[in-house]
């Protein structure tokens, strides 16, 4: 055969006769998928280290020799944990391999119940599928089996079936290495070995769903989906998450116009493959049986089902040109499209700069955020990037519960780099167990400890002379100075808007940026959105233009009097808003309430009209994540009853107060929010099949300090 031009890092390896090249060091099992053939495997996963528990993926291997001969290695080797090298030879598929992988299924299968007509996993089990194609025909087996607990719960989502399990390791690998918090490990040994949380408590990972899906067996099943359907049975289709801002692809199976489960889908550039609890378990709204279906309209303190046009007649009666007197409030889950024709309506129809979609305790103008008053854009940094930096500063609330997939990033990034991060809270955090330091700092003190840190981080800093005299009234002390040692060189800073919900959260975000700015790392700034499509209202401006009011003062307006009618566009102040009597007296007050959504609130109690609208995976629309990538999500079952896609709705409303040429597809509006913004010129429809586009990063203006924040 002839030989092949070799490129640096690459080596030859002949596999089943075929010669290749490939990475100097890759597992042979990847080797082999180049091929387009398979290994089969058990305990391997591409995204955890190869431990060469199951032995299923023996095969033979030797070296070839400068005289062109092969000197096999007497045994055959695992072809998860084997690397290759130069003039490897690996044969899959010889008598010796078929017969080592029956033996090792025969093995697998002495204790196993074999219970695939009753177990969730028959139709997509691995141990099934590699038993049929490599497997035993009989079985010699007829002694009696061993028995254990059938469906122990680990926690309130996983439940454990022992019998099955391979004991492969992949659960217990995967809070070692991926979700960081070693929950569970192999307790007891021989045949009482089972995978338990160490004290033997309830399993309460945030990303305690993963385990299901790489489980290769039976034995770690969906509570919630356990007897409620068979694979074969369900619809699969692709979506996107939108129970935070990260966007992760999942794979939403469904049957009969009802939720059954959500599945993580690749995506390399946001999620990998991982899900966190929230968004595996957390869509059953979309089968609440009390969904509104049609339009309500209250008439003596009870609310009856009306049409369309009577709702649109009401509508129109109380928000046409109300201009200061009207104000609409917006939810996370709306998408782009919706938001826009939302935002249209309000300014062109009912002359009313009275919009937000923010619901955090502080609620900073564009003058007094980030952008205005130090110049940077909010966000620097993909998702992606975060497994790359070397050292990182993590400031708030638990980045695993506001940025589940930064957290994996970063937390990746410690692990196979050992990147440095210091991590700033007023309560313990999943990030803790790897940080470099940890600050640890009173309620409300939030801003005082980023202020020590920013100042013992200067000490040894040449420049940036003003904002270290700011500092001098902030002294630091030896935790502090533990923690600026690892933010020595570059650092990355990543805070959610969540901080803003806290008395100081303001100064604590501009607190950041000087720090950011003052250290020459401007470029490394991230404060990143929590709502599911918080990034994309931020950009589309769905918040208080020139005299606006902002939410508190909308919800102010409403007890006062000054705002007479009030939209609220798939969201619930009484979840949202901190303050609950003020929301109460708000909507006690408001002349007219209209309630926009998809799934029951607490608002709905006091609404004039109730307009069912359709949920996320009832109509085509986009979203935009952290990172600024726009995702479409596309309708996946129809709406339910009446209800219309919001952005229809809206459209249908303007058309009443004003005819025009009509829209009929959500692309159009994207089309014409890239004519008003040519940064969303990379979220046209025809660019968004896969995972979806990027829009450009914001361009700093000239990274500056504000120091008033210090007086």
Known sequence: MASLAQEPGLV?????????????????????????????????????????????????????????????MPKPQAGCTLPASDNLVVITDSESVIADRRGVLEFLLINHPLDCPICDRGGECPLQNNTLFYGPSTTRYVEVKRHLPKAFPLSRHVTLDLERCIQCGRCVRFTEEISGDAQLAFLFRGAAMTPRTFELTDLDSKFSGNVIEICPVGALTSSDYRFRARPWDLETRPSTCLECANGCSVWFDHRGGKMVRINGRVNDAVNEEWTCDKGKFGHGYLNAPDRPAKPLIRKEDVLAAADWSTAYQQIVAHFEDGRTAVAGLVGAKVSNEDLFQFKRMFHRHFHSPNLDHRWTRILPSQTEGVRGLHGIDEVHTRIAEWESVNAALVVGNDLASDQPMVYLRLRKAWQRHGAKVVVISERPTYADHFASAVIRCEEGKLFEAVARLSAAVLQNREGADALRAALKPFAPDAKDRAAAEALKGEF????????????????????????????????????????????????????????????????????????????????????????????????????????????????????????????????????????????????????????????????ELMLRMNPSRPIFEPSELMEMIIAEDESFAPAAYHNLEGNGACLPLGVDAGAQLFMEIYQ
């Open 12 to 72: 030859t390896i002949t596999i089943d006769g075929t010669e290749l090249q490939v990475p100097k060091g890759e597992l042979v099992v990847e080797s082999v998928k180049r091929l387009g053939r398979e290994i089969p495997i058990f305990c391997y996963h591409p995204r955890m280290k190869p431990v060469g528990m199951c032995r299923m993926c023996l095969v033979e291997v030797g070296m070839k020799q400068p005289d062109g001969t092969v000197r096999m």
């Open 492 to 651: 990355f800073t990543v805070c959610s808007e969540s901080v803003y919900a806290k008395p100081d959260g303001g100064k604590t975000v501009s607190a950041l940026a000087n720090l950011a700015v003052g250290t020459d790392n401007a470029q490394r700034f991230n404060l990143y959105p929590v709502g599911a499509n918080d990034m994309g209202a931020a950009l589309l401006g769905v918040h208080p233009g020139g005299q606006g009011m902002n939410t508190r003062e909308i919800l102010e307006g409403c007890i006062q009097g000054r705002i007479k009618s009030l939209w609220l566009l798939e969201c619930d102040p009484f979840a949202l808003w901190h303050d609950h009597q003020q929301v109460q007296d708000a909507l006690e007050n408001v002349e007219f309430l209209v309630v926009q959504t998809s799934a029951p609130n607490q608002a709905m109690q006091y609404a004039s009209v109730v307009l069912p609208c359709c949920a996320h995976v009832e109509a085509d629309g986009t979203y935009t994540n952290i990172e600024r990538r726009v995702q479409k999500i596309e309708a996946i079952w129809r709406p339910k009853g009446d209800a219309k896609p919001s952005w229809k709705l809206f459209t």
